[in-house]
T-cell receptor, first 111, second 115 residues
Framework: DAKTTQPTSMDCAEGRAANLPCNHS???????VYWYRQIHSQGPQYIIH?????ETNEMASLIITEDRKSSTLILPHATLRDTAVYYC????????????WGAGTKLIIKP | DVKVTQSSRYLVKRTGEKVFLECVQD?????MFWYRQDPGLGLRLIYF???????EKGDIPEGYSVSREKKERFSLILESASTNQTSMYLC??????????????FGPGTRLTVL
């Protein structure tokens, strides 16, 4: 079973910041939080990952709470091309290093 | 840029046929993965491989086998296709797990229909 909980869907106005929440209350101290997105008819695309510090790259920012039980992915200036399903994933810490995928959040950017 | 390619975008096969799905990556990645994706179920791991000739079962390996004879190529085999194997199949690759960096690069997917 997925170790994360995300809202099923969200809307955001074009040009505004999109904030996507994720709960991972059972996360272990050495497990990373990963975010991927999947645009319709394409394979998933890596966005960002983090352990406990906030992270930023050219695509997004990742804010992780101090207790690490939740995080927020921020797309600072959403565009119509950001419409996709966004997956928050906790990396399972075993010899397989699998990513356990949940249902994700369907983010719709509206003009 | 890393590129992961899959042999077909769309494939239609008949029940009982043997089906080969091919995946090739060009970044010398050690790890390769096969997932299937179904509506409402998300991505589920079928098999993965962390080295040539090595393979590990994922969550749903039944009815599938894999082959990794070369580092860049990972094949998924449906020995006798059934209608419940109609799905989107996604291949991915990533660097060796010795580092903490585990970005998986995905191919475009193969939509397989079994009639």
């Amino acid at each position: 079973d997925a170790k994360t909980t995300q809202p099923t869907s969200m809307d955001c106005a074009e040009g505004r910041a999109a904030n996507l929440p994720c709960n991972h209350s059972t996360i272990s101290g050495n497990e990373y939080v990963y975010w991927y997105r999947q645009i319709h008819s394409q394979g998933p695309q890596y966005i960002i990952h983090g352990l406990k510090n906030n992270e930023t790259n050219e695509m997004a920012s990742l804010i992780i709470t101090e207790d690490r039980k939740s995080s927020t992915l921020i797309l600072p200036h959403a565009t119509l091309r950001d419409t996709a399903v966004y997956y928050c994933i906790v990396r399972v810490e075993d010899s397989n290093y699998q990513l356990i995928w949940g249902a994700g959040t369907k983010l719709i950017i509206k003009p | 840029d890393v590129k992961v390619t899959q042999s077909s975008r769309y494939l239609v096969k008949r029940t009982g046929e043997k089906v080969f799905l091919e995946c090739v990556q060009d970044m010398d990645h050690e790890n390769m993965f096969w997932y299937r994706q179904d509506p409402g179920l998300g991505l589920r791991l079928i098999y993965f491989s962390y080295d040539v000739k090595m393979k590990e079962k994922g969550d749903i390996p039944e009815g599938y086998s894999v082959s990794r004879e070369k580092k860049e190529r990972f094949s998924l085999i449906l020995e006798s296709a059934s209608t419940n194997q109609t799905s989107m199949y996604l291949c991915a690759s990533s660097l060796y797990e010795g580092s903490s960096y585990n970005e998986q690069f995905f191919g475009p997917g193969t939509r397989l229909t079994v009639l």
